[in-house]
DNA sequence: TAAAGCATGTAAGAGGTTACATGATTGG
DNA sequence: CCAATCATGTAACCTCTTACATGCTTTA
């Protein structure tokens, strides 16, 4: 779960276990224990992705290997969008995808969240019509809709703003320049 | 983790598996697998929580026994913030709490929540100072804290209706009697 | 009667959690 | 020098995932 955390943190400059979980914490991922942490770097390094260098007293800094940085990509590239945290840590590496691949990305979430979207509203419609619901289960109902909609609403931003980034490179081809 | 989910839905009533699935997915919880959700059966039938009365064909029905009624209330009214989904998942059973302690899990998720609040805000503070961010982890960090400001107005919500619940109900006690 | 959907189940493997254990470094 | 914090690690346990396998029931 923390690979593709673990591996884009260290694509930016080499970190010692200690420091990750700190940084993961930053971004949001709240439940990140030693327990999965440390085996987690051992795995990673077991299959070549990262390696490790000794700093200063017990610290042990990892680095990203060259096959680590092209499982990191492969990784990064994968669509992923059932699961919010998974897809939320794709974001934060989100500088490492290309454009057209951004772009990707964030639509196929956005058809993921209008899927959810409409089975919340069905929910809500299905379990309204068969008696009135408790005010708790209700209120969860209709905070998932708000939820996702806010969601695929700030996803709108994020495709209009990759769109521009599309926009403003210099086109790969000559055919099919289209703005 | 499916544990209080489908303790909850067999106290309205019995429930085979591929029911509750159908069931879990309109409360929001997406990713309920086959391969989680037979095994979790067996594991709380063997513990005595639920009871299976064969059906019709293939359908094998389970029902809560009575100890796995109070296994439910443990569950439920055990403090358990820190994990989104968990959290919600208790809400949607709130019905089965009684007020007090609603009011309670209720303040406690706030805490949380501001807590959650307050190191997205230093995120986003200490990363900027050293540098300008890349337009997606900037968004991401700007998008938690957004989504925490208003999970905790939600909150603000169901503990003001929580209150008038506490309110309305005849006090145990005729000391203390602080409307 | 064949296909699609309903319904249950198992096995292997991966990965997470908690609890425990240890040692180094820094500040009062 | 003691406490707190930094830092790494292990082991037992549990649960989830994926993939596979099976059989029933409805409907076209």
Redesign the interface.
């Known amino acids: 779960m923390f690979d593709l955390a673990i591996l884009g943190l260290l694509r930016r400059r080499p970190r010692h276990g200690y420091e990750l979980k700190a940084r993961l914490?930053?971004?949001?991922f709240?439940?990140v224990s030693f327990g999965s942490l440390y085996p987690a770097l051992r795995r990673l390094e077991k299959r070549g992705y990262i390696e490790a260098m000794r700093q200063t007293g017990r610290r042990k800094a990892y680095r990203l290997t060259d096959i680590g940085e092209l499982e990191f990509a492969r990784i990064l590239d994968s669509a992923d969008d059932?699961?919010d945290l998974r897809f939320?840590m794709r974001?934060?590496f989100?500088?490492y995808l290309e454009p057209a691949a951004?772009l990707r990305s964030l639509k196929q979430r956005r058809n993921h969240l209008v899927g959810?979207l409409r089975?919340?509203q069905r929910?809500m419609e299905?379990?309204t019509s068969q008696g009135p619901l408790?005010?708790?289960?209700a209120?969860?109902?209709q905070?998932?809709i708000g939820?996702t909609e806010?969601d695929i609403a700030?996803l709108d931003?994020?495709i209009a703003?990759a769109r521009t980034e599309q926009a403003t490179q210099v086109p790969r081809t000559l055919i099919g320049g289209k703005q």
């Open positions: 914490l930053e971004l949001g709240a439940r059932d699961e939320n974001l934060a989100f500088e951004r959810r089975t919340a929910a299905s379990t408790d005010h708790y289960t209120a969860l109902l905070h998932n939820t806010s700030w931003q994020l703003y």
